[in-house]
């Protein structure tokens, strides 16, 4: 059984990282930010309220994200497990997915804090906006992204440091090093 969440900046390296552990493990990789971009490219009503936050790098409201959390949580394919990366993002999000993994019993292993300095982060983002025309990778947006991170998200390493359920991985490595990494915290 395996369930992560993880935790660090935009661009630390989260999804890279799930879509790989995810077919070592079988587990399916649930990123909310890949949701709402499939929602805004097909014009979903979701989608259509998502649009403004993700041009801007804020969150979407929490009134829009639980509940496609407990959607997607509660689908068939997560008896398994799963990788969530991109939730929680705020202390609210944290306490609503304690609240849901303890009504369907699905206790999670750790959060999976990777680490990498802002500096990097900047210049990865600004890298992937050249390569895949993310329209969230131009630099105000990524400034915003930061901001938002560093203000709302950053408090919950705090948050389950203090709970133990902490795991740091240096996400300034090779790719494949820091896969290694996490396998170590998968199968210990
Ligand atoms: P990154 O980690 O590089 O910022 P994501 O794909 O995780 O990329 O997120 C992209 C955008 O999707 C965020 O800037 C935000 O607007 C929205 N988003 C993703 N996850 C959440 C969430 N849990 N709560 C609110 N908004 C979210």
């Avoid at 705090?158 to 240096?170: G, I, K, M, P, T």
């Amino acid at each position: 059984m395996t369930r992560l969440i993880f935790l660090g900046p935009p661009g630390a390296g989260k999804g890279t990282q799930a879509k790989k552990l995810s077919g070592a493990c079988q587990v399916p990789h649930i990123s909310t930010g890949d949701i709402f971009r499939t929602a805004v490219a097909q014009e979903t009503d979701l989608g259509i309220k998502a649009k403004a936050y993700l041009e801007t790098g804020e969150l979407v409201p929490d009134a829009l994200t639980l509940g496609l959390v407990r959607e997607r949580l509660t689908a068939a394919d997560t008896s398994n497990g799963w990788l969530l990366d991109g939730f929680p993002r705020n202390v609210a999000q944290a306490s609503f997915l304690d609240t849901l993994l303890q009504e369907l019993e699905q206790p999670f292993e750790c959060v999976v804090n990777m680490e990498v300095p802002d500096e990097v982060v900047i210049a990865r983002l600004v890298q992937r906006g050249k390569e895949e025309g993310r329209s969230d990778d131009t630099e105000s947006t990524i400034r915003n992204r930061l901001k938002v991170y560093r203000e709302e998200t950053e408090p919950l390493i705090d948050f389950y440091r203090n709970r133990q359920q902490l795991v740091s991985v240096d996400g300034n490595k090779p790719v494949e090093e820091v896969t290694e990494e996490l396998i170590k915290v998968v199968q210990p």
